[in-house]
């Protein structure tokens, strides 16, 4: 059975549903536009009546319910292609590939070389199960908001005749937008991540066992706040806000994982082993 992830199916996978909505929202375009007409009336006796912004709303809903199947794969076609250009998918996987699959080689890891192997190991196992759920969750959920506003898409947009009610309208396309450009934003930072070589971490002959933790965090978090982020970028949020919480969440849970790395018990765990290789010789 096929998992359908890529938001330009949307249109052919909705199109029974999708056909069915869309009418009823050009029926709801006559009572919509009584109304807007009848507060226009009462704008009018005030001298503050706007027939004119009334009739260009009525000709972009309509024209935007006509061409909304094109619209819509226009956004999303272009915010994937905007992605692509800006991180191809071999770069993308070859980056998430030095971070998670690398880490161990070309590595001097000193006296404690078992230890500190083993230990980056699991660090690096958990954070890329952690990534990948992210990401994993990342895409299904795109797909599944795209899928819910292209589907309730008609009738929001229908409100935006009466100007009380244009924010429905408003919020239709910043979640259409927004939604869509999460890739977009996730590239970005992955390009951003490359380009200031942070994988280099990774390629250092003695490695700096804080260095990698603080960046196996930092990728998680990247794929986690990718919505958060673009929601900043494209509204009237600040981004700073969410930079701070991302600082204190990495710094919380590499102080954790650090903690893990206790060289007194790998120490001991060391002159035990020796201490029994002396007892075997020496019996034998």
Same mark, same amino acid.
């Given at each position: 059975?096929?998992?359908?992830?890529?938001?330009?199916?949307?249109?052919?996978?909705?199109?029974?549903?999708?056909?069915?909505? /869309?009418?009823?929202?050009?029926?709801?375009?006559?009572?919509?536009?009584?109304?807007?007409?009848?507060?226009?009336?009462?704008?009018?006796?005030?001298?503050?009546?706007?027939?004119?912004?009334?009739?260009?709303?009525?000709?972009?809903?309509?024209?935007?319910?006509?061409?909304?199947?094109?619209?819509?794969?226009?956004?999303?076609?272009?915010?994937?292609?905007?992605?692509?250009?800006?991180?191809?998918?071999?770069?993308?996987?070859?980056?998430?590939?030095?971070?998670?699959?690398?880490?161990?080689?070309?590595?001097?890891?000193?006296?404690?070389?078992?230890?500190?192997?083993?230990?980056?190991?699991?660090?690096?196992?958990?954070?890329?199960?952690?990534?990948?759920?992210?990401?994993?969750?990342?895409?299904?959920?795109?797909?599944?908001?795209?899928?819910?506003?292209?589907?309730?898409?008609?009738?929001?947009?229908?409100?935006?005749?009466?100007?009380?009610?244009?924010?429905?309208?408003?919020?239709?396309?910043?979640?259409?937008?927004?939604?869509?450009?999460?890739?977009?934003?996730?590239?970005?930072?992955? /390009?951003?991540?490359?380009?200031?070589?942070?994988?280099?971490?990774?390629?250092?002959?003695?490695?700096?066992?804080?260095?990698?933790?603080?960046?196996?965090?930092?990728?998680?978090?990247?794929?986690?706040?990718?919505?958060?982020?673009?929601?900043?970028?494209?509204?009237?949020?600040?981004?700073?806000?969410?930079?701070?919480?991302?600082?204190?969440?990495?710094?919380?849970?590499?102080?954790?994982?650090? /903690?893990?790395?206790?060289?007194?018990?790998?120490?001991?765990?060391?002159?035990? /082993?020796?201490?029994?290789?002396?007892?075997?010789?020496?019996?034998?």
């Amino acid at each position: 059975m096929t998992l359908f992830t890529n938001a330009l199916q949307i249109p052919s996978l909705f199109e029974t549903l999708f056909t069915s909505i /869309r009418q009823i929202a050009f029926i709801l375009t006559l009572p919509v536009l009584v109304i807007a007409m009848i507060h226009e009336n009462f704008m009018q006796i005030e001298e503050r009546g706007n027939y004119t912004g009334l009739f260009v709303r009525v000709l972009v809903i309509l024209g935007l319910l006509i061409i909304y199947d094109r619209f819509f794969v226009l956004v999303t076609y272009g915010t994937d292609l905007l992605s692509k250009s800006i991180m191809p998918e071999d770069e993308f996987q070859n980056v998430l590939k030095t971070v998670f699959t690398e880490i161990k080689q070309n590595k001097d890891f000193g006296v404690f070389n078992l230890f500190k192997g083993a230990l980056l190991s699991s660090i690096t196992y958990v954070t890329y199960v952690l990534t990948y759920i992210a990401y994993t969750v990342l895409i299904w959920l795109r797909f599944m908001l795209l899928s819910l506003i292209y589907i309730s898409g008609p009738i929001l947009i229908v409100f935006g005749i009466y100007h009380k009610t244009a924010g429905a309208l408003n919020a239709w396309l910043k979640s259409l937008f927004q939604v869509s450009a999460w890739v977009v934003t996730l590239s970005l930072l992955v /390009r951003i991540a490359s380009y200031m070589n942070l994988t280099a971490i990774y390629n250092i002959e003695h490695v700096n066992t804080i260095s990698i933790i603080t960046a196996n965090v930092l990728f998680v978090l990247l794929f986690v706040f990718t919505p958060a982020i673009t929601a900043s970028l494209l509204s009237e949020g600040s981004i700073g806000n969410i930079g701070s919480t991302m600082i204190g969440i990495a710094t919380s849970v590499t102080y954790t994982l650090v /903690r893990k790395v206790q060289p007194g018990k790998a120490i001991d765990n060391l002159k035990n /082993r020796q201490a029994l290789q002396d007892q075997t010789n020496s019996i034998q």
